[in-house]
């Protein structure tokens, strides 16, 4: 770690820089010197990495000037600031979105065409930064944009994982899982902070001893301690001279060698042990539902915790020393989920054993200065800990955890007098053959705000999993519905249809995308619709032309484009996706053809890697395409396939390409969806059930421009204890007909018994998502949909009104709420570079 300067070098001295240009001479420079002296190419290469890395450095190099000026900014205002404390940000690429977000697009296309590069060629040189799962990883992305665009004093926490979401290859229809080194080739983006490294302790135990002041305290001792370095990415706001942090932790050795190891001469053994403690960072887990019970992923969530509590911490106190009376009143931690909540306990830990506060006065700080974001309603996915595990891996936070639970059972018995059932049921601590801490419930007690991720979402906490807690404390309950950042999904992912819009209602919408609601009268003239729908046509050719790599398209794109990717899931319901595609082959098969609409259906997504039935719903799909894209009767009808290692950068050529969205889960179980807003916001129109944000977004759009199937939520419960799959199997001559097909093995012929779990699923009378029961109606809006395409200018009609209808799913409309609602945060203006 450098040491700290004895005598303090003027800062002025150091940092007072002329600015940097933005033009295309100053991007041609900036590339030219990062090349030869930050890289050190001497030959003319033509290597596109480093022609990549030399224009990041050069972007690298504006947005500097601009995050020193928000620091100074933020410090010098010293109001209120927030902390979005999160497992995942799943970034995806930077580049780009740093050239859009400066306003240097048109500057550095000049550049390259000057030079002779094509900026297509250095874009894809940069590896995703996969640092997620899925939805809620990307959330985080979004809102770290949004809250730079809004010019909010928010800093993002995470980790650093050396290995992000898997890359997934498909082997014989099978997923197999790469490892993704997304750092092997370096990332030019992140700027390592060692100074502020801090130290997390592990294991060891505690011990009660009587301070000079008399009172009983806690020491946590013989800890196994690890170090937490900080890697800092810079968040660009969109042309607003703001750059905001996303501080990653990274894990690291402490220096000290076991002695007694290295005494008995294991030098070797010795400082391999180290390693053991940069494993904590070393993978990011692939379950986009709950792991369970893996002490390495407790450990991450409290190393992710306490560094970031001791980084706010360290900050706190070079200011205000030990007063922390002002400390609630100035900072905020929204939990992403319940990942991180055990920051509840580790901040009354930092205050009361670290900090000297009482226990009242520490419980008064963190209870109003934490908020909790849920986003699950799958009671197998609210995440639990065995106690024991706790005990042996952080026994001091274990006894915190108690001590709340104690007081707040306290608080239980006052409110519902003798109803023990209550008590048990709200327990921090779930009883049984082992413990378990419940800490959904440490997140709601420690919080002063509980928020769901969309209407229904929200409503349906309310009623089922924290029903007790609503009771208690109807205050803290709130609807945060989620949204997309429409830089990234749109101004970048898109932009042929960015232009047109641009020249119909100008430019603004980018910041206020409430302005695509101006497009709306243009839906009914012809020119326009025409316009619009050779834009789209267009992004169609492209996807061909890029995923023909990988898989071979041969529809061309007049088809109907229905495209389903997000994560592999039961209750997402990829399998009615290619039920239905069966089906449609079975028609072709039986020379039911003469109105079928030319489709290609296009599903992507991972699987956890221990999830048995996502994995063989991917191998089905997988063979499924396969028989049905060689049978010649398919041939400019129909087409399936499977689009392997679906991330960010594919979404982005992704979406654009969508005629009609998949989001078919069962109702009551998606807490939202923000593919369904990304489909939407670029014009696909969206067959769906009424389940998460799918609600709001036929709300806005109005129905007769939504596919709506399905039964809803209530019918869904109330179906349930009734529910009879293999009677309405026989009583749907197209459901019969696709079952015998699969229990013929007519597409695993040569695997005999490979899809019977799947069978079994369908068939069986608890099957949790009920497939079954929406698969007539889920037919039947296929069906609506197809005849609705044949009628391209009523089509492209209700594109244009979806995209019209999207404003309310801008991600700076939802961090305008978080703010208003929960962080009550004053943006502020850095100082223009210059
Ligand atoms: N949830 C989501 O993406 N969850 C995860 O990625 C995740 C859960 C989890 C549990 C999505 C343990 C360990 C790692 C984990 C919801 O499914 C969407 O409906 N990772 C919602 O739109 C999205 O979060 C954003 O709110």
Same mark, same amino acid.
């Given at each position: ?406 007081? $707040? ?38 919080? $002063? ?386």
């Amino acid at each position: 770690m450098p040491k700290k300067p004895t005598k303090k070098t003027s800062p002025c001295a150091l940092t007072e820089l002329p600015a940097l240009g933005l033009a295309s001479k100053d991007v041609i420079n900036g590339i030219r010197q990062h090349y030869s002296y930050t890289l050190g190419r001497d030959l003319p290469c033509d290597a596109p990495h480093y022609l990549y890395t030399a224009l990041a450095l050069t972007l690298r190099d504006r947005l500097m000037e601009r995050w020193r000026n928000s620091k100074d900014a933020y410090r010098d205002a010293s109001g209120r600031r927030a902390y979005y404390l999160s497992m995942e940000f799943l970034i995806g690429r930077s580049l780009g979105n740093a050239m859009l977000n400066l306003g240097m697009t048109g500057e550095v296309s000049k550049a390259l065409y000057d030079m002779g590069l094509k900026l297509e060629d250095l874009v894809s040189e940069e590896q995703d930064a996969g640092l997620g799962n899925g939805g809620l990883g990307r959330l985080a992305a979004c809102f770290m944009d949004s809250c730079a665009t809004l010019q909010l004093p928010v800093m993002g926490y995470g980790l650093r994982y050396e290995y992000g979401m898997f890359r997934q290859s498909i082997d014989n229809g099978f997923q197999v899982e790469n490892p993704d080194h997304w750092l092997r080739n370096g990332h030019p983006w992140e700027l390592e902070r060692p100074e502020l490294t801090a130290r997390i302790r592990f294991g060891g135990r505690t011990e009660i001893f009587r301070s000079r002041d008399g009172r009983d305290r806690v020491r946590w001792l013989d800890s196994n301690d690890v170090l937490a370095v900080p890697f800092d990415v810079p968040v660009p706001g969109y042309k607003n001279g703001t750059v905001n942090t996303l501080r990653l932790w990274k894990a690291a050795a402490t220096d000290e060698f076991d002695l007694d190891e290295f005494n008995a001469g294991d030098y070797a053994e010795s400082v391999a042990s180290q390693n053991a403690a940069e494993n904590i960072t070393m993978v990011l887990y692939p379950n986009d539902a709950n792991e369970n019970g893996k002490e390495l992923r407790l450990r991450q969530q409290y190393f992710l915790a306490s560094a970031s509590l001791q980084d706010v911490l360290r900050r706190w106190k070079s200011r205000y020393g030990k007063d922390f009376t002002e400390f609630a009143a100035l900072n905020c931690f929204q939990l992403n989920d319940t990942h991180p909540s055990i920051a509840v306990a580790e901040l009354m830990r930092l205050l009361v054993d670290e900090n000297d506060l009482l226990w009242n006065d520490a419980w008064e700080i963190t209870r109003n200065c934490m908020a909790y974001t849920n986003h699950t309603l799958l009671p197998e996915a609210l995440e639990r800990w065995s106690v024991p595990l706790f005990r042996q891996l952080l026994p001091r936070l274990l006894e915190i955890i108690f001590e709340i639970n104690a007081r $707040f059972l306290g608080r239980v018995a006052t409110h519902w007098p003798g109803e023990t059932e209550r008590l048990t049921r709200m327990s921090i601590i779930e009883e049984g053959p082992v413990q378990q801490v419940r800490m959904a419930y440490l997140a709601i007690v420690g919080s $002063f705000s509980v928020n769901g991720v969309a209407e229904l979402h929200s409503n349906l906490l309310k009623q089922g999993l924290f029903r007790d807690f609503y009771e208690l404390w109807p205050e803290k309950f709130n609807n945060k519905t989620n949204g997309i950042t429409p830089r990234r999904w749109l101004a970048w992912c898109n932009p042929g249809l960015s232009g047109l819009i641009d020249s119909a209602i100008g430019e603004d919408w980018r910041t206020d995308l409430s302005q695509l609601s101006r497009l709306k009268p243009l839906a009914d003239d012809a020119a326009f619709r025409e316009r619009w729908q050779a834009v789209r046509l267009a992004n169609k050719e492209q996807m061909i032309a890029f995923k023909s790599e990988l898989i071979n398209l041969h529809m061309g794109p007049d088809a109907l484009f229905d495209v389903q990717v997000k994560r592999i899931h039961e209750y997402k319901r990829q399998l009615l996706n290619i039920l239905h595609v069966i089906h449609l082959y079975d028609r072709l098969k039986h020379g039911d053809s003469a109105d079928i609409t030319p489709r290609c259906v296009l599903i992507g997504g991972k699987a956890a890697p221990g999830y048995a039935m996502a994995k063989q719903i991917i191998k089905l799909i997988n063979n499924v395409a396969q028989m049905v894209n060689v049978d010649p009767l398919s041939h400019g009808r129909l087409q399936v396939a499977f689009l392997p290692n679906y991330r960010v950068s594919a979404m982005e050529i992704i979406c654009p390409a969508a005629d009609l969205s998949e989001q078919i889960s069962t109702a009551g179980k998606e807490a939202s969806g923000t593919g369904n807003m990304k489909f939407m916001l670029n014009g696909a129109v969206t067959i769906g059930t009424l389940d998460g944000a799918n609600i709001e977004i036929r709300e806005e759009v109005g129905e007769d421009n939504f596919f709506l199937f399905g039964l809803t939520a209530e019918e869904v419960e109330t179906t349930r204890p009734h529910y009879n799959p293999e009677a309405i199997i026989a009583a749907d001559e197209d459901l019969s007909r696709v079952m015998r097909l699969l229990e013929c093995g007519y597409f695993n012929q040569f695997e005999p018994g490979i899809f019977d779990g799947i069978i079994a699923s369908i068939k069986n009378p608890h099957d949790p998502w009920m497939t079954a029961a929406d698969f007539r109606s889920y037919l039947d809006a296929q069906h609506r949909a197809a005849v609705a395409f044949r009628d391209q200018d009523a089509w492209t009609r209700m594109s244009i009104l979806n995209c019209a209808a999207s404003g309310r799913f801008s991600s700076d409309r939802t961090i305008g709420e978080y703010n208003q609602d929960i962080w009550r945060l004053t943006p502020i203006v850095p100082k223009a570079v210059g």
